[in-house]
């Protein structure tokens, strides 16, 4: 699996008079990869997301978006086609006073033909929800709908990576939910390569792999299952874990020893059956009452 995005021994400040955002830091993306990144504010996590799409050029190191160096200027048009990105704050990205209008705004700047505008335009809106206020103005649609908006608009240009910095922070958990399907149904089905920036555990839980920073550095990665078992160490970071891990936790240190690498509530459950029956839980059944 070839390698979508490179950063390596990247440095950058905003100001002189600034501690480092990201200090020599060094990371890889696989094409078709779906990766979290994890870290407390102030981390550099944000400021990474925005190298990969050459919003920002490191001050040492080079960033790569499959050969093409962010840093070369002849490629920046290329690059920008190649990875996506939504941001927290969708009215930084809604530039029209129309839902499909704003949705279809980049694909028009790019000259894609009209016909092939309208069935991608109408897909991107289905499947980001928000396609029945196609014909709304984007300043009535409350903040959780702006952001369905911004992301059906990077959608719609089928990027190769998609970059989601916080793209749920406004949405609520029915809302997160609906666009995390969406996310992940991109990532599967079309092989679209995900790095999301994200607070919420469960949702980096779903990804195949975790990244976490602290002070501009990548302190853990690894899967899901490898760094939510290092509960001690995230909390050093003032970071949370999953619920169904921080469960499994604190029955071990109650003395009810569970597994360490449990993330989701299935896999709760029926560690939960298991320990309260002395019985594998049914298949399929891990609901089940115990």
């Known amino acids: 699996m070839e390698e979508m995005?490179?950063?390596?021994?990247?440095?950058?400040?905003?100001?002189?008079?600034?501690?480092?955002?990201v200090q020599g830091l060094s990371v890889k993306v696989k094409r078709g990869e779906f990766v979290a990144v994890l870290g407390a504010n102030g981390c550099g996590k944000s400021t990474l997301a925005k190298h990969f799409n050459a919003i920002l050029l490191p001050q040492t190191g080079t960033v790569y978006v499959e050969d093409m160096?962010?840093?070369?200027?002849?490629?920046l048009f290329d690059i920008r086609q190649?990875?996506?990105?939504v941001f927290q704050n969708p009215d930084n990205q809604i530039v029209a006073t129309v839902v499909e209008?704003?949705?279809?705004?980049a694909l028009e700047n790019l000259g894609v033909p009209q016909q092939e505008m309208r069935m991608r335009v109408d897909e991107a809106m289905k499947m980001a929800g928000i396609y029945k206020h196609r014909s709304k103005a984007p300043h009535k649609l409350s903040g959780g709908q702006?952001?369905?908006?911004?992301i059906a608009g990077v959608i719609a240009m089928r990027p190769d990576c998609l970059v989601l910095d916080e793209a749920t922070a406004m949405l609520d958990p029915i809302g997160r939910e609906k666009v995390m399907h969406t996310v992940h149904k991109l990532n599967e089905d079309y092989g679209i390569t995900v790095v999301q920036i994200t607070h919420y555990m469960e949702e980096a839980a779903t990804a195949d792999r975790v990244i976490v920073m602290s002070e501009g550095h990548v302190m853990l990665e690894g899967t899901p299952k490898e760094v939510f078992s290092q509960v001690e160490l995230l909390r050093s970071l003032h970071l949370d874990v999953p619920q169904s891990t921080e469960l499994c936790h604190m029955l071990t240190q109650a003395g009810c020893p569970m597994p360490d690498d449990i993330i989701d509530v299935d896999e709760?459950?029926?560690?939960?059956?298991?320990?309260l029956t002395g019985k594998p839980a049914p298949a399929g059944k891990a609901e089940v009452s115990v």
């Open 146 to 150: 702006k952001q369905r908006v911004a």
């Open 268 to 275: 709760c459950a029926a560690a939960l059956y298991q320990m």
């Open 5 to 21: 995005l490179k950063a390596e021994n990247i440095s950058f400040r905003y100001a002189e008079d600034q501690p480092q955002a």
């Open 82 to 85: 190649k990875v996506g990105m």
């Open 69 to 75: 160096a962010t840093n070369d200027e002849e490629r």
């Open 101 to 105: 209008e704003d949705v279809a705004f």
